[in-house]
């Protein structure tokens, strides 16, 4: 069938084209079908969305991926790709082949699988689970589509948390510690997937995080350390795509977390990591048993990327500092650095910071480092290599102005805080898209309050968003408090 084909305005992740009904009907193509589009002996392929409104019979529109593809051209019917034959077969629990998993990938990479085949693969990886073979493989495939860091060092440090405690923000603690000490440490983060926000988010909040890797690379260079977002630098890229197709699900599934994590650390050149491992009632992994499972895997799947992997398993049954969104959070990093903040913040970062340390032989204390303000100094050094304001202050991170704050029923213990709850009220807050949206949590498990005490404080940019909010913390009740005989029946 020949049409002429016409550039829409219209941007889309695939390579997208637009047919009218009539068109479609005679070509024999539904949506999300995929057509061959032949013009001066090349050819292309386009995802089909079907629309009477914006395209007349006889043509096709094309959006802004393939806007270049314009004039007289020849369309018919193209195969779907092998690939979506793969993810049927996860979908029921088939393992898959090396070959497999490669063709996934780089279907995934160059956009030939739509929205729903994505959704799909994301579906069938959190149902069923990976192999640690297909752990390895689905790993060593998604760094090889993407772009390398090569830093011409010996010893290259990572830290990453797997996710899944509310406000855990040790990450911008950790790096000017390890930093200051001497030691290289380019950290790559990621964007919330379903927490209120992820590293990135909170750093957006100080300066830039989206860099080349040459930026980077200068970044580092000048400071020993790097607090960017990972998908502004094209490392392991496929990682970002399927992060975009969980986040509208909130699936985070641990095979596909090790493939993230490693893959991404991998590429940025990383040969030293430790991954901390939360562990407890809400968090992402429950139970000691599974968070000692899931060090082993990164343990494997590490080794096999030629990295050295420590996994640092911590308690994760309450949130860590107070704030939940991306200026609460920043706020408590800021305190900490400062020499204040909260104590669990403090303790964890140092203690991650030493881990570190110690597996690259420095003898250096990273509480001292702390205390002495040289990590205070460092995380300045490199918000002002990052585009943002050395100087920033508290007074500069104001909360949303819309605030509520939700008191205690009764007085009594503190027994239950649900990182899940805290975090999805936090988003129905507007976090992290609203930055200074979000929760400030002021107990923790076991304190006791009297009635009426403050147990937190929702934060929002608008009237509208704080009233979802507490709508939601009204049927969630994300913090328990219950009377001392009832806390104490609840504990045994």
């Known amino acids: ?163 899944g405690v509310a406000g855990n923000r040790v990450t911008p603690i950790v790096v000017p510690i390890v930093a200051a000490a001497g030691l290289t440490i380019p950290k790559t983060s990621s964007r919330a997937v379903t927490s209120a926000a992820g590293t990135a988010d909170t750093m957006t909040v100080f300066c830039d995080v989206e860099f080349s890797i040459n930026e980077v690379k200068a970044i580092v260079d000048e400071t020993n350390g790097c607090l960017v977002w990972g998908g502004g630098v094209n490392l392991s890229p496929v990682d970002d795509k399927i992060i975009r197709a969980e986040t509208p699900l909130s699936l985070d599934p641990p095979g596909q977390v090790i493939a993230s994590v490693l893959s991404k650390k991998k590429s940025a050149g990383a040969t030293h990591v430790v991954i901390d491992l939360p562990y407890g009632e809400s968090a992402k992994v429950e139970s000691l048993s599974e968070a000692r499972e899931m060090a082993e895997d990164f343990s494997r799947v590490g080794t096999n990327l030629g990295m050295e992997i420590y996994c640092a398993i911590t308690r994760g049954e309450q949130p860590i500092g107070h704030g939940i969104g991306p200026i609460l959070e920043a706020r408590d990093v800021l305190s900490v650095l400062e020499g204040g903040g909260p104590r669990d913040l403090r303790v964890k970062s140092e203690s991650l910071a030493q881990v570190l340390l110690d597996t690259a032989n420095v ?110 913390a009204e049927r969630s009740r994300p913090v328990h408090v219950l009377p001392p005989d009832e806390a104490l029946v609840e504990r045994m």
């Open 1 to 163: 069938m020949e049409l002429v084909s016409e550039a829409i305005d219209i941007g889309t992740r695939t390579p997208t084209v637009l047919l009218n009904s009539t068109d479609a009907s005679e070509l024999g193509v539904h949506p999300l079908d995929r057509i061959r589009i032949h013009r001066d002996g090349r050819t292309i392929i386009g995802i089909v969305e079907i629309t009477d409104e914006l395209v007349a019979p006889g043509k096709l529109g094309v959006t802004r991926s393939l806007g270049h593809v314009t004039g007289t051209v020849t369309v018919s019917i193209a195969p779907r790709p092998d690939s979506v034959a793969f993810l049927t077969k996860k979908l029921d629990d088939v393992e898959l082949e090396m070959d497999e998993i490669r063709a996934i990938v780089r279907d995934i990479n160059q956009d030939r699988l739509n929205d729903v085949e994505l959704s799909a693969f994301v579906t069938g990886v959190y149902a069923n689970g990976l192999s640690r073979e297909e752990m390895m493989c689905l790993t060593t495939c998604m760094v090889d589509v993407g772009e390398t860091i090569q830093w011409g060092r010996d010893l290259i440090v990572d830290k990453h948390s797997i996710g």
């Open 363 to 472: 003898p250096e204390n990273a509480a001292e480092i702390l205390e002495s303000g040289d990590a205070a100094a460092k995380f300045r050094e490199i918000i002002a290599a990052q585009n943002g304001d050395p100087d920033v202050s508290m007074a500069d991170l104001a909360p949303g102005p819309y605030r509520s704050t939700i008191h205690a029923p009764n007085s009594g213990v503190v027994t239950h805080i649900d990182n899940r709850q805290l975090n999805e009220l936090a988003r129905r807050a507007g976090a992290p898209k609203d930055p200074s949206a979000g929760v400030a949590l002021h107990c923790k498990l076991g304190t006791e309050l009297q009635r009426d005490a403050e147990v937190f404080t929702i934060h929002a940019e608008t009237a509208e968003k704080l009233e979802q909010a507490i709508a939601f």
